[in-house]
């Protein structure tokens, strides 16, 4: 358990920006479908916003949550984004799809809670997870030097030589 501590205090503010950039994709995306709703067919819609809500949280992402990361070519970069979204996508119509067939259940609450409950918390970790791993990597260090001074965790203060009668106990 200790480990997700520590992962969770290195990641915090990346994990903030990247829920932040989420939430304003998801707003985008509700709202743009909504006012397509009735000028455009559903599948129309349903593309629109979510292309619209994607480019959103690339630039988001890109621009806020992850900008201290190494940059690469932003064809690359955005259709591995693309990419990623797919696939949290395809988890959460997954969920969807095992609560109808697999359970059959197809009623709007538990439509509503496979989508945006199990749905968007298991995509996003997915999402979260690839963006931090692949579309936005941290800068990897150039040489075995700064490989090694990496692992090695550091002490604030000076180190204290044990005297022989000092900490006896922890010596045995």
Not at 25 to 41: E, F, Q, R, V
Not at 50 to 77: C, D, H, I, K, P
Not at 94 to 111: E, H, I, M, Q, Y
Request: hydrophobic letters at 50%; glycine letters at 8%; proline letters at 4%.
């Amino acid at each position: 358990m200790s480990w997700l501590v520590g992962l969770v205090r290195r990641l915090w503010r990346e994990l903030l920006g990247f829920g932040a950039v989420g939430a304003v994709g998801y707003l985008s995306d509700t709202i743009m479908l909504n006012l397509l709703y009735h000028h455009t067919p559903s599948v129309v819609a349903s593309a629109i916003a979510v292309s619209l809500s994607t480019l959103m949280a690339y630039a988001g992402n890109r621009l806020w949550t992850f900008r201290a990361r190494e940059r690469r070519q932003t064809r690359a970069e955005f259709g591995l984004f693309v990419l990623v979204s797919a696939g949290g996508l395809l988890i959460t119509v997954s969920c969807v799809s095992f609560t109808v067939d697999v359970l059959g259940d197809d009623s709007r609450l538990a439509t509503n809670v496979a989508q945006l409950v199990v749905g968007q918390i298991l995509g996003t970790l997915f999402r979260f997870w690839a963006c931090h791993t692949y579309v936005f990597p941290e800068a990897a260090p150039t040489s075995r030097d700064e490989a090694a001074d990496a692992a090695v965790p550091t002490v604030p203060g000076p180190a204290k030589p044990l005297d022989d009668h000092q900490d006896s106990d922890f010596l045995v």
